[in-house]
Nanobody
């Protein structure tokens, strides 16, 4: 199982980024997927979840209305579109397959002027 995140970087407050997670080594379309983040000195937290077929999504209250999780099962990829970013969104973002658990290496998102 391999999960490889990309798309992180430095962005100004109010800006947008789209994270991607390329999955391999398992039947991607059969699994729900999620994004988590961990800010410096804080615990890792769930940001968003998407069901295997994409029909169900859930978001942390802190990102509702700003972030959108989606997936392309033909490309074995899950995305996180992040809009209206603010400094509190600064963290390492991780792609996650919840069951059985598997994590990507993470991608840094920094929101700063």
């Amino acid at each position: 199982v391999q999960l490889v995140e990309s798309g992180g970087g430095l962005v100004q407050p109010g800006g947008s980024l789209r994270l991607s997670c390329a999955a391999s080594g398992f039947t991607f379309s059969g699994y729900g997927m999620s994004w988590h983040r961990q800010a410096s000195g804080k615990e890792r937290e769930l940001v968003a979840f998407i069901s295997s077929g994409g029909g169900t999504t859930n978001y942390a209250n802190s990102v509702k209305g700003r972030f959108t999780i989606s997936r392309d099962n033909a490309k074995n990829t899950v995305y996180l579109q992040m809009n209206s970013l603010n400094p509190e969104d600064t963290a390492v973002y991780y792609c996650h397959r919840p069951v059985p658990p598997s994590w990507g290496q993470g991608t840094q998102v920094t929101v700063s002027s």
